[in-house]
């Protein structure tokens, strides 16, 4: 945790640029986690305009203090950070929504409280956007111990149709900046409520453009470690509804939910294989330490 609200703001030295960006991190149970997402956006080399920290029903021991002293932090930085406090616990899609509706900048960017940014996240993705006026962009997250620093990857863009995302879903939440003037929101029912929004975008006409960095970091492998990740069938599910309801809405033809379904189980099927070799490959390692 930071130490005394004063020593910060002796360390902070001269202000520095800050972006028309707001912050949204919705927290739950995530006191081990939120000081390193929040010391990620406070490392930015631009600097966002506000952070709103989303407490989804429980935050989870020490927080409030976290945040008393994380507040002082920013405020030293001319950054303001907003705490919410939802009665109870909703869900993500539903923290974030929340979160999306008090912003007050021209951008929202979304930065899950286990997740964290490079330092330059915001500075390399808010000034392509801001180029090529982009409602929609995300880049790569990569496992922060697989990162290979270093060159970042070179600025390219690749335009997501939404027929390559129902094939597939590239986009990591925490990778995600959106023009806050976007009249979508997350599903605030079951799982995969991101994969909806990014579909939704994607088939109303706001197509999402990838921006080839690696600019965030997670600390868990997909699947089979803690959180919503290691929850496989549920995430299953999620994704099964968010596909019928797309098709329902006649965004794209429903006819072809038996194949998308189908696509998507072989999917699925392919994770319990990659989590079960994992599985082995850890058990016998634990034979084989001295």
């Not at 997740?115 to 880049?139: G, N, T």
């Not at 590239?170 to 003037?181: F, G, N, Q």
């Not at 970091?217 to 069938?233: C, Q, V, Y």
Request: proline share 3%; net charge positive; glycine share 10%.
């Amino acid at each position: 945790m930071l130490g005394r609200c004063n020593e910060l703001i002796g360390s902070v030295g001269l202000l520095r640029e800050r972006s028309d960006v707001s912050v949204i991190i919705p927290c739950y149970k995530c006191s081990s986690t939120l000081d390193r997402a929040l010391e990620s956006v406070y490392s930015q080399t631009l600097l966002p305009a506000e952070v709103i920290v989303v407490i989804d029903g429980f935050g989870g021991d020490g927080v409030d203090q976290m945040l008393e002293e994380w507040a002082c932090a920013f405020s030293g930085k001319g950054v303001e950070l907003k705490v919410l406090r939802l009665e109870r616990n909703f869900g993500p899609g539903a923290a974030r929504n929340r979160g999306w509706d008090c912003a007050g900048r021209a951008y929202v960017a979304f930065l899950d409280a286990d997740d964290a940014w490079h330092p330059e996240k915001l500075a390399r993705q808010i000034s392509v956007m801001a180029a090529r006026d982009l409602s929609f962009s995300a880049h790569y997250r990569v496992l922060a111990h697989r990162f290979r620093g270093g060159d970042l990857g070179g600025g390219l863009l690749q335009k997501l149709s939404p027929w390559k995302l129902l094939v597939s879903n590239l986009i990591a939440t925490s990778t995600v900046i959106l023009k806050r003037e976007i009249p979508y929101r997350f599903k605030e029912d079951g799982l995969a409520e991101d994969y909806y929004l990014w579909l939704k975008l994607a088939f109303s006409g706001i197509r999402p453009y990838l921006l080839q960095e690696e600019l965030a970091f997670t600390f868990k492998d997909n699947w089979g470690e803690g959180g919503m990740s290691a929850r496989l069938w549920r995430m299953e599910v999620g994704e099964l509804a968010t596909l019928w309801q797309l098709g329902s809405e006649r965004l794209y033809p429903k006819v072809l939910f038996p194949l998308l379904a189908l696509w998507s189980l072989i999917k699925f099927v392919r994770r319990l294989g990659i989590l079960g070799v994992k599985r082995v490959v850890k058990v016998l390692k634990g034979k084989h330490t001295p």
